[in-house]
């Protein structure tokens, strides 16, 4: 009971399950197992492929937590700059209302002294 499609579909009894016919060439069994190395090959690359993947993500995420460390310190040094600034400008306005008081406001009191 063995016909043409035999080989490929394991025969007319399934309790057996799938046997090769003496039909099936050198070339043919040559050409699977070249084609099964090929994709042992391809998934090979794949999985390299996706490891650097992985390794240049995971470098990537830590250098992305710096930069946000990094914002987040100019941020305060912002702050902080601001704060002096605001600061330096209040010793400002009080400077020029001491030199305010300090001036004579018109000569006769100049001479009064």
Do not use: I, Y
């Not at 050409?31 to 994709?39: D, K, L, R």
């Amino acid at each position: 009971m063995n016909g043409p499609d035999d080989a490929v579909t394991g025969g007319g009894n399934h309790g057996e399950g799938w046997r090769l016919d003496r039909r099936v060439g050198v070339q043919a069994l040559a050409a699977a197992a070249t084609a099964f190395a090929g994709a042992v090959m391809l998934a090979a690359t794949v999985q390299a492929r996706m490891d650097a993947m992985e390794a240049r993500a995971a470098a990537l995420d830590g250098d992305v937590r710096a930069a946000r460390e990094t914002a987040v310190c100019v941020a305060r040094m912002d702050e902080r700059l601001a704060a002096v600034q605001r600061a330096l400008e209040e010793v400002r306005t009080d400077l020029r209302h001491l030199r305010a008081e300090a001036r004579p406001a018109s000569p006769t009191e100049k001479e009064a002294r």
